[in-house]
């Protein structure tokens, strides 16, 4: 994953709506925090967990295939990686939906 300031910045403001995360720091900072908020979540409050990864739009499939898989890696890390993935693919979408809309204004309705 490789963000640009301004996406890290956009992304971290995003996530701090859901867990108690510093809006400052670089990706690694944010990684790591955002690791040990998911593992609080996963000990403390699961179904809110749950609640979370459905709004953001993680593949419950992608999850489970990948927990299975890498089951010796730390869950809460695992879950931030494909939460920063898919907000990362989110803000590609969106710079792409972007440039499409960039329509002259002579070929305006």
Do not use: C
């Amino acid at each position: 994953m490789k963000f640009s300031n301004t996406n890290l910045a956009l992304v971290q403001q995003e996530l701090s709506r859901d867990f108690n995360i510093s809006q400052t720091g670089t990706e690694q900072d944010l990684l790591q925090e955002l690791a040990a908020q998911i593992n609080h979540l996963i000990h403390a409050d699961f179904n809110r967990l749950v609640a979370i990864l459905y709004r953001i739009d993680i593949s419950e499939h992608t999850l489970r295939t990948d927990l299975q898989q890498q089951g010796d890696t730390d869950a809460g890390l695992l879950i931030a990686r494909l939460i920063l993935e898919r907000q990362l693919q989110k803000q590609e979408l969106r710079a792409q939906f972007r440039q499409q809309q960039d329509i002259p204004d002579d070929e305006k309705w």
